[in-house]
C-alpha cells in the first residue's frame, strides 16, 4: 500500500472545517446561554424536581449548564451525523437510489 499525498489533504480540510464549525457552535451558544442566570438553579417541572440538587452540583447554575449540555449535544450530534455520512457511503443501493 503507497501513501497517497490527496489523502493528507482531505484529512486536513476535514480538521479545518471541524474547527470552523466549533467556533460557530461556541460563538451561538456563548450568544444564547448569555442571558440566563449563570448561578440561579436550574427550574425543573414538577415530577423532575428531585433532579436539581444533584444536577446543580454537576452541571451548575443555569448559564454553565446550557452551555455545556450544548456543547455535547453538538458533539454528539456531529458523531450521530459522521455514522449516518458512513452508513450512507457504505450502502450501494442508496447511493443509486439517490442518482435516480
Known amino acids: 500500500m ?3 499525498p490527496s489523502f493528507l489533504y482531505i484529512i486536513v480540510q476535514v480538521i479545518f472545517l471541524e474547527g470552523i464549525l466549533s467556533i460557530d457552535n461556541a460563538a451561538v451558544l456563548g450568544a444564547l446561554v448569555s442571558v440566563l442566570p449563570p448561578k440561579e438553579m436550574v427550574p425543573w417541572p414538577g415530577p423532575l424536581k428531585f433532579l436539581g440538587p444533584p444536577v446543580h452540583r454537576i452541571l451548575g447554575g ?35 437510489l439517490s442518482a435516480a
Open 62 to 96: 443555569q448559564r454553565y449548564a446550557a452551555l455545556k449540555v450544548g456543547l455535547l449535544g453538538a458533539y454528539l450530534g456531529r458523531g450521530l451525523m459522521l455514522v449516518m455520512a458512513n452508513f450512507v457511503i457504505h450502502n450501494h443501493y442508496l447511493k443509486i
Open 2 to 4: 503507497q501513501f497517497d
